[in-house]
């Protein structure tokens, strides 16, 4: 029930980072990737590449070096990290180059219901890589091939990551279309272009690659910050009704966010636009403004591919709606079960109502109230429980937090840097 106050720094992007600790399999060489932020999800990938034989250092200063073998022991892969985390499927696309055939634990992380890998497997046939589902495990045989023209089967950010990294070492000129264009696949195209790989298209759907054979030189790749992360403190300040100021903001990748905020009746500022370490994202503060009679949107609030309302950042419009009057109809097609989690809120005195498994009704204003909670193993449903806690008068309890941790570091601790009260508890 505290108001929150003062400034945050924007970390930098969980997505890009595990999408570049499976391209770093790529380079023969050191890769090094600047700040990267010490979060469950990483060290679920450093277990692995440890495992498999990379030499992983992390400096004081937050960079992550990583020195991979002659060869790779993926004999010796740990099956249970590799398990946490559904970023191993991304290994598809690098050890594609590197072996006639191996073997990849079933993916894990988020649970969110059936969550697909065939558009991963229809993309890498296209270069040459065939997959067979076996009993807890991927089996993939490749004969390689040069694959001129893709259409990817389904706009995802993994598949696109995965299918960059096989054009990357195809050698000769691919053509991938329908591709993501959001935030962590443009980073994945700044890195390799670091690498030498050329990459044209950049921020749009059609990429056309020019593969090299090989990468084998020492790279330093500074990944851009987390615009899920900015959307995440946006909406601590705006359920707060709080004045504070999210510093390095990824603008491009929360334009829309922000639109549908603003016609709500949402208050905030935000500064002149400045480049990100990488030289190319561009970045902005955002300061939230203390903002009463918010009113609830005329239209439903929907996910959509980059340049829409990013995937992730859709449950946090839930806190947010709840303060305003009217009634808010959030419609999360993407996921069978995430929606389902959202009913969490009436423990908090949040008035929902579960059309389906994809369609939440959310009326306001609301008169939140404390509970104790078991966090949902999703992370963004269980951070919106925290946020909407926040602005709850007395003490919550959150239990189980270690879904929060697989994408925030220390949150609750930057939280509290701004004026929350978060003890966290570690027996509980």
């Not at 264009?181 to 390799?192: A, T």
């Amino acid at each position: 029930g505290h108001k929150l106050h003062g400034a945050i720094d924007v970390k930098v992007s969980k997505n890009a980072t595990v999408g570049l600790l499976c391209a770093a399999l790529l380079n023969k060489g050191t890769t090094t990737l600047k700040k990267a932020p010490r979060i469950e999800e990483v060290f679920r990938l450093i277990e692995v590449l440890q495992s498999i034989g990379v030499k992983v250092t992390w400096f004081d200063n937050g960079d992550l070096e990583l020195k991979p073998p002659n060869v790779l022991n993926l004999a010796g892969m740990d099956v249970k990290a590799a398990r946490r985390t559904r970023s191993v499927i991304m290994y598809l696309g690098s050890l594609m180059h590197q072996y006639k055939e191996f073997k990849l634990p079933y993916a894990g992380g988020c649970k969110l219901g059936k969550r697909t890998v065939a558009p991963h497997l229809y993309a890498l046939e296209e270069f040459g890589v065939q997959v067979a589902t076996k009993n807890n495990y991927y089996h993939a045989t490749i004969k390689k091939k040069q694959a001129r023209d893709v259409t990817l089967y389904e706009m995802g950010e993994t598949v696109s990551e995965n299918v960059l990294m096989a054009a990357a070492l195809t050698d000769g000129v691919t053509i991938l279309r329908n591709i993501s264009s959001n935030y962590m696949v443009q980073d994945m195209c700044f890195f390799l272009e670091v690498c030498g790989v050329k990459i044209e298209g950049i921020g749009s759907n059609t990429l056309t690659v020019h593969g090299i054979k090989d990468i084998n030189k020492d790279v330093t790749y500074a990944p851009s910050e987390d615009p899920i992360e900015a959307m995440s403190f946006l909406s601590a300040g705006i359920t707060t009704n709080s004045h504070i100021t999210i510093r390095r903001s990824p603008i491009n990748f929360l334009r829309v966010e922000l639109l549908r905020l603003e016609k709500m009746g949402c208050k905030f500022r935000i500064s002149k636009t400045y480049l990100a370490e990488n030289g190319k994202t561009e970045l902005v503060d955002i300061t939230t403004l203390e903002t009463d009679n918010l009113k609830a949107p005329e239209d439903k609030i929907h996910a959509l591919t980059h340049p829409g309302i990013n995937m992730d950042n859709l449950p946090f419009f839930a806190p947010i709606v709840a303060r305003a009057k009217g009634t808010t109809l959030i419609h999360d097609w993407s996921y069978e079960d995430r929606a389902i989690y959202l009913v969490e809120l009436r423990k908090l005195g949040v008035d929902v109502r579960l059309a389906d498994p994809h369609r939440v009704y959310i009326t306001g204003p609301s008169k939140f109230e404390p509970a104790d909670i078991n966090s949902p193993a999703a992370l963004r449903p269980a951070v919106i429980i925290l946020i909407t806690m926040l602005a709850a008068p007395g003490t919550s309890i959150l239990r189980n937090i270690y879904s929060i941790t697989r994408g925030y570091e220390d949150f609750a601790e930057r939280l509290n840097s701004l004026g929350a009260h978060i003890t966290v508890l570690r027996d509980i």
